[in-house]
């Protein structure tokens, strides 16, 4: 343990190379100053958020907010966006590994989301070295040669770069401020900004952020006044940083205009994080019986209560001059050429429903995808940058009933089998160091085998039947869960799963979906097996 200059923040790991090259006493005081000044009222959101669940919990609804409704029908936009976001058309998301960086920049996208929050299992070293491939990146210096002495470098004119920073609720344990550990997302804000900030703007770029889970316009002003701090201190015009809010729970679909308002000089969008919203939808309704969600490949972004969130968001967005950013696409490219066709047409497919709906740009999870995404935008767009002329002034007012809309479709077996190797091989990839997995033609994140595992929590809690009449209970589950173990040991081979993690994980699966309180994020247990 080592504490830091000012001695107000104890560094549990000693300090190595990498360790050096990004936290200097000069970074260390600024995180420092943030943490001093932020903390207390990260827990008190917390808290909030614990408490307004309750109410959720004893039988309300989500709702709009009457007190803020004046700055709904109030006519103001955001303060503007930079040049070099004006077209976001596609982006592809990925963890801050180096050789995924150089990729990602390459690929043919208009943004790289570089991501230290659901992609990435936050390993202390894999937190430093992100931040040294970002700076890297940045500065143009970055390459990376593999084993076989295949080189990777920057081409020119890379995509432009967005650092999605850990959420409200993440911690990163390796540091500690009054014996607690700090907040993981003021961490890794702290050194991209300042490592980067300089040379981004030097460049005609800026330091821009996602900013993931937010769930209340008041978390929405945390980071406001966190942006405004820091360009205060270093001296920087107001504006200077920009970010994307995710909308992502059900809380902050109630509060978009609002999110909106209260980071209207550093917001310039907010993006359909379609996938953590399907979880957050059963985790926030997780006691209401009739919004029991179906087999998870039956929630398609056609199911009223999706397209519902994704008009809505567009129509916010551009009536105040915000980018409407579109959601993931989770597949990736099939070496067989008859389901790669399948592919992407699914792919296409799903673009060309948010390119129509009005969405700004869309995201992708490979480079291999790209490309069908972006001719689906070109055509869209002709000859514009983006679509915030496109207002759906004619559409009908979206109503909380529409966004809370229960969904049909079967729960099969199937779905719970499938449910379970997901759930069960994201959590072994995940406490074994690796946040973003490809599963069955999916690139799964933690947002995924979330879904996964609060579905089949939801349906023993309300002994839901499968559609071959048996009653989901802990026992089958169970059972199910054994059965679905040898699955796995059998597509893997014993090697691998006698070398893995996979009863770890198993054991983490079975004790999230069957206790009798539902665990949050099960990266928060997953955290602890992470080094």
Excluded at 466 to 486: H, I, M, P, Q, Y
Aim: charge should be negative; aromatic fraction near 10%; charged fraction near 25%.
């Amino acid at each position: 343990m080592q504490q830091s200059s000012a001695t107000k923040l104890t560094f549990i790991k000693p300090f190595g190379e990498a360790e050096n090259q990004v936290l200097s006493p000069e970074s260390i005081r600024f995180l420092e100053d943030l943490i001093l000044e932020f903390s207390d009222r990260r827990t008190k959101l917390l808290d909030e958020r614990v408490r307004w669940q309750k109410k959720i919990d004893d039988g309300a609804l989500p709702d709009f907010i009457s007190e803020t409704a004046s700055i709904r029908k109030g006519d103001w936009k955001i303060q503007g966006i930079p040049d070099d976001l004006n077209d976001r058309r596609v982006e592809i998301t990925g963890p801050v590994e180096r050789k995924m960086v150089i990729n990602a920049l390459n690929a043919n996208v208009k943004v790289f989301m570089a991501d230290f929050e659901d992609s990435l299992a936050p390993e202390w070293d894999k937190v430093i070295n992100g931040q040294i491939n970002l700076r890297d990146a940045v500065n143009g210096t970055i390459s990376y040669t593999n084993e076989q002495g295949k080189r990777y470098v920057l081409k020119p004119n890379p995509a432009v770069l967005i650092a999605r920073v850990r959420g409200l609720h993440l911690s990163e344990k390796h540091i500690l401020y009054k014996n607690e550990p700090i907040s993981g997302g003021l961490f890794d804000f702290a050194l991209y900004f300042y490592l980067n900030h300089q040379k981004l703007l030097q460049k005609g770029s800026g330091p821009y952020f996602y900013l993931p889970k937010i769930q209340s316009y008041h978390e929405a002003q945390w980071w406001s006044d966190i942006f405004s701090f820091t360009e205060s201190r270093f001296n920087l015009p107001k504006g200077t940083i920009k970010a994307t809010v995710l909308i992502e729970t059900l809380p902050a679909v109630f509060q978009m205009d609002e999110i909106l308002y209260y980071l209207r000089h550093h917001i310039v969008g907010l993006n359909c994080g379609r996938w953590d919203y399907i979880f957050s939808y059963i985790k926030t309704l997780k006691n209401h019986a009739n919004r029991v969600l179906p087999d998870r490949q039956s929630v398609t972004m056609t199911q009223p209560f999706l397209s519902a969130y994704s008009r809505l968001l567009i129509k916010t967005c551009h009536q105040r001059g915000a980018f409407a950013m579109g959601g993931m696409s989770a597949f990736i490219p099939s070496k067989d050429p008859v389901q790669n066709q399948q592919v992407l047409n699914k792919v296409r497919e799903d673009k060309a429903l948010e390119a129509n709906n009005g969405h700004d740009g869309t995201w992708v999870a490979h480079p291999g995808l790209a490309d069908i995404a972006m001719a689906v935008f070109d055509t869209k767009l002709g000859e514009n940058q983006n679509q915030l002329t496109v207002l759906r002034e004619e559409d009908e007012v979206i109503t909380a009933e529409q966004l809370l809309a229960p969904c049909s479709g079967e729960r099969t077996e199937e779905g719970m089998r499938a449910n379970i190797r997901v759930a069960v091989q994201y959590i072994e990839a995940w406490i074994s160091g690796n946040g973003c997995v490809p599963i069955y033609g999916l690139m799964e994140d933690a947002a995924t085998a979330e879904i996964s595992r609060t579905s089949i929590w939801q349906w023993i809690r309300h002994e839901k039947s499968l559609s071959d009449g048996k009653k989901v209970t802990k026992e089958l589950f169970r059972a199910t869960l054994k059965e679905e173990l040898e699955v796995i040991k059998q597509e893997v081979g014993e090697l691998r799963f006698s070398q893995g993690r996979f009863m770890e994980a198993s054991n983490l699966m079975e004790r999230i979906t069957t206790q009798d309180d539902l665990i949050d994020f099960l990266t928060l247990p997953g955290y602890q097996l992470l080094d």
